[in-house]
C-alpha cells in the first residue's frame, strides 16, 4: 500500500493532503463549536459562515508557506515548526475576523480554540504520515540493528538519518559524557560507554556507528580499541567540515579507514617540498603502472610537474596508467606532459637512454617485486630486479646529474625474514653506499 502511494504523481499527492486539510480545518472546526458549547454540535445560521470561512483561509496560508511541497516521510522539526508558524497566522486572522463581524450564536474564544485543535489534527497527521510511509515502528525495521556511538547533535542527526528508512533499528546510545548518560534521544537510551559489550550481547547489536566527529584522534583510537573484540560491524561519520555541509544521511555512513586505525594524527605533506622538487620539473617514476607507482604518478601530476615520465615494462599496466592521467590532466586542467615509456630497470642501457634523452630532475624508483610467495618462489628474479634494477637506476641517475633520487622501500626490509625483505634491504644499502661515495 505505501508503494503504491509513494508512486502517485507528485500533483495528486498535494491534492490529496490538501483536500485532508480542508477536511481537519472542518473537523477541527465543529469539535471546537461542540467543546463550547457543551453539546454535539450541528450548524445553523451565521455559524455555516466559520465552517467556509475555516478552509479559505487556511489552505492560502498553508500554500504560501509551502506546507504542500514539504515529503511527509521526510519530515522534521523544520516543517512542524512551519505547521505551526501557519496555524498560528491562520488563528490570528480568524480571532480578527471574528472579533470584527461578531456573528449571532458565534463565540469569540472559538477563534482561540478551533486554532489549537486544528494544529494538533494537521500536526498529527503529518506526524502518523511519516511514521506510516517511513515504517519508524521498530517492528518494520529490518535485520540490521544498530548502537550509536555518540549521543551529541552528530548522534542524534544520524538517529534521525536512520529513521527515515525502515530497513534500520536504533536500540542504543552510547557516550562516555556522565552529564548524557541515563537522558534519551527520541526515546533511545543512552548508556555508558563501558556498557557496550553487554548492550551488544543482549540487544542484538550487529553494527555501530561512531558519531564521534569532533574528538581527538587519541580518543578514537582508545574508542575502537575497546570495540575490536566484538562481533559487530564498525563505521564511521564524515568529520565536522563535511557535517557542516548539510544533514546526516545513512549514505555519509563510511568503514573505517587507516586514518582512523593510525595510532597519531595524519602528518599532511608540506607543499613547499614537494613543489621543490616536482613542480614545473621533469619527474620519472619507474614501476609506474604498479599499485605504488601509479599513485605516486596521481599525487605528483596534482603538483604541476612539467613532464611526466612513466616508465613499466608491462605494456598494459603502462597503458592503463597513462590513459587515466590524460584524463586526469584534461578534468583538472593540468599542463604538464605525461609520457610514456616501455621499458625494465634491468636494461641499463635503457635506462641511460631514457635520462639521456629527457634529463629527469627527480626519480621516484617504485619499480620492484613485492609479493613476497612469489619472489620467494621466484628467488633470482626478485634479487636482479630489486637489487641490480636499483644499481642500475641509480648509477644512471648518478651519471645524468639527477637531483633526487627515491627509492620506495618497504617495512618489510626491516629485520628481513624473506627474500622479497632481504632484497629491499639489499636495494636500501646499496643507495646508502652511492649516497656515501658522493652518489645523488
Not at 453539546?39 to 508557506?65: C, D, K, N, S, T
Not at 519530515?75 to 505547521?83: C, P, V, Y
Not at 617540498?273 to 599499485?291: E, I
Not at 597513462?322 to 616501455?342: F, K, N, W, Y
Request: glycine share 8%.
Amino acid at each position: 500500500m505505501q508503494q503504491k502511494i509513494l508512486a502517485w504523481p507528485r500533483a495528486v499527492k498535494r491534492l490529496v493532503v490538501l483536500a485532508m486539510d480542508v477536511g481537519l480545518s472542518l473537523l477541527a472546526t465543529w469539535l471546537a463549536f461542540s467543546l463550547r458549547l457543551d453539546v454535539l454540535h450541528w450548524p445553523e445560521g451565521l455559524q455555516w459562515r466559520v465552517y467556509v470561512l475555516a478552509p479559505l483561509l487556511a489552505i492560502p496560508i498553508f500554500i504560501r508557506l509551502g506546507l504542500y511541497r514539504a515529503i511527509f516521510r521526510y519530515t522534521g522539526q523544520a516543517a512542524l515548526l512551519t505547521t505551526a508558524k501557519a496555524v498560528l497566522l491562520y488563528g490570528l486572522l480568524l480571532l480578527v475576523l471574528l472579533l470584527w463581524q461578531r456573528w449571532e450564536n458565534v463565540p469569540r474564544s472559538l477563534g482561540v480554540l478551533q486554532p489549537l485543535i486544528f494544529l494538533l489534527l494537521v500536526g498529527g497527521s503529518r506526524a502518523l504520515a511519516r511514521f506510516w510511509l517511513a515504517g519508524l515502528g521498530r517492528a518494520a525495521a529490518g535485520p540490521e540493528r544498530f548502537l550509536i556511538y555518540g549521543a551529541g547533535m552528530a548522534g542524534a542527526q544520524t538517529a534521525a538519518a536512520l529513521g527515515m528508512g525502515g530497513q534500520y533499528a536504533l536500540l542504543a546510545f552510547a557516550d562516555d559524557d556522565p552529564a548524557k548518560i541515563g537522558r534519551s534521544i527520541n526515546g533511545v537510551q543512552v548508556h555508558a560507554g563501558s556498557e557496550v559489550p553487554e548492550l551488544v550481547r543482549k540487544l542484538g547489536v550487529t553494527d555501530i556507528l561512531l558519531a564521534l566527529p569532533s574528538i581527538t584522534r587519541e580518543q578514537r583510537n582508545r574508542i575502537i580499541e575497546s570495540l575490536r573484540h566484538l562481533p559487530v560491524h564498525i563505521r564511521t561519520l564524515p568529520g565536522m567540515a563535511d557535517l557542516a555541509s548539510g544533514r546526516v544521511t545513512v549514505q555519509d555512513f563510511r568503514e573505517l579507514d587507516i586514518e582512523d586505525l593510525l595510532g597519531r594524527d595524519p602528518v599532511p605533506p608540506d607543499a613547499n617540498l614537494l613543489a621543490r622538487d616536482l613542480a614545473h620539473k621533469t619527474v620519472l617514476v619507474t614501476g609506474a603502472g604498479g599499485s605504488i607507482g601509479s599513485e605516486l604518478c596521481r599525487q605528483i601530476l596534482r603538483q604541476q610537474p612539467s613532464r611526466l615520465l612513466l616508465l613499466d615494462h608491462s605494456e598494459y599496466a603502462l597503458y592503463s596508467i597513462h590513459q587515466e592521467l590524460e584524463q586526469l590532466c584534461r578534468h583538472e586542467g593540468i599542463a604538464a606532459d605525461v609520457t610514456p615509456l616501455l621499458g625494465s630497470v634491468n636494461h641499463e642501457a635503457r635506462l641511460r637512454e631514457i635520462c639521456e634523452l629527457h634529463r629527469p630532475h627527480t626519480v621516484y624508483h617504485a619499480a620492484a617485486y613485492k609479493h613476497v610467495p612469489m619472489v620467494e618462489s621466484n628467488p633470482a628474479e626478485g634479487a636482479r630486479n630489486n637489487v641490480f634494477g636499483t644499481l642500475n637506476m641509480a648509477r644512471v641517475a648518478r651519471d645524468n646529474g639527477v637531483a633526487r633520487f627515491v627509492l620506495v622501500s618497504t617495512d618489510k626490509a626491516v629485520r628481513p625474514t624473506n627474500i622479497m625483505g632481504a632484497s629491499k634491504r639489499m636495494a636500501e644499502l646499496v643507495l646508502q653506499a652511492m649516497a656515501a661515495d658522493g652518489g645523488p
